[in-house]
């Protein structure tokens, strides 16, 4: 791997030989230029080419060995920031992502922007849609990319989304009680970074995505635990099935991951 300059953060974005090549490239010079670091464009085959896009070739650096070891030995790199990868090689694949990007997102100790192939073709990235459970692990696990998104002007929505379990009784009602609901929810969970918060009862996913939509976002962020057997990455699984927006995926380490596991756990025997 190339040194960086001295203090240079990178984005790395991890491209194939197909069409999602140009969709990729696209995303990671967006995010690249929101967050003021460097492009890397890494592939692995057996030999580097150009790969070629309406504005000209770029040039692509060479990875030897497995694919998912590969990009998760380039992620953990100090000085990258995130990885930008494809859900999966063909738009109409029959999962949400391939076992490359799978394994990938579930090892990760970083950010991973997973962009569809059949997504927007050049999102500006300037409007995040936040998904939040109000539980300090996962508030916790996505307040470093906040503050990264707030310094470099993103517009954030925050959307929380009710079960009928968890839903108050007042959320029909625009009273008092609701406005002081959700200061306090703004407050605990994503501090001065934004006061626009959306509330939605129902099918977690398709209320994400639906908001999403009316919001007129640009991409996602979601924490999660990194378990895909577990009920809240069926949420993420459904989620990535029912948007073509890009979703960056934060995972939730350490104590805050043991806490999230914790309280996933009491739901599932809750319901």
Excluded at 7 to 12: A, S, T
Excluded at 104 to 131: D, E, I, Q, Y
């Amino acid at each position: 791997m190339p040194p960086a300059e001295q203090g240079q953060e990178r984005v790395l974005v991890a491209v194939g030989s197909g069409p999602e090549a140009t969709r990729m490239l696209h995303a990671g010079r967006r995010v690249a230029a929101l967050l003021e670091a460097e492009l890397d464009v890494v592939r692995v085959l057996d030999h580097p080419e150009p790969v070629v896009e309406p504005n000209g070739p770029t040039e692509v650096r060479l990875i030897r060995g497995d694919p998912e070891r590969a990009l998760l030995g380039e992620l953990a790199a100090d000085d990258v920031l995130l990885l930008v990868i494809s859900a999966r090689t063909h738009q109409l694949g029959p999962r949400p992502f391939g076992h490359v990007t799978r394994g990938v997102v579930t090892r990760a100790s970083k950010p991973v922007l997973v962009v569809s192939p059949g997504g927007p073709s050049g999102p500006s990235f300037s409007h995040a849609l936040v998904a939040l459970e109000g539980d300090d692990a996962t508030s916790m696990a996505v307040a470093r990319v906040l503050d990264r998104l707030s310094a470099a002007g993103v517009i954030m929505t925050v959307v929380h989304v009710f079960n009928e379990v968890t839903r108050p009784r007042f959320l029909d009602r625009p009273t008092r009680d609701l406005e002081s609901l959700a200061r306090e929810f703004l407050d605990r969970h994503v501090a001065s970074r934004t006061d626009r918060l959306r509330w939605r009862v129902g099918p977690v996913a398709r209320r994400i995505a639906d908001v999403a939509e009316d919001e007129g976002a640009d991409f996602i962020v979601v924490s999660w635990n990194q378990h895909l057997d577990m009920g809240h990455a069926a949420v993420l699984v459904d989620l990535l099935e029912q948007t073509n927006l890009p979703v960056l995926l934060v995972p939730i380490l350490g104590a805050s991951r043991s806490q999230a596991l914790a309280a996933t756990h009491a739901d599932s025997q809750s319901g």
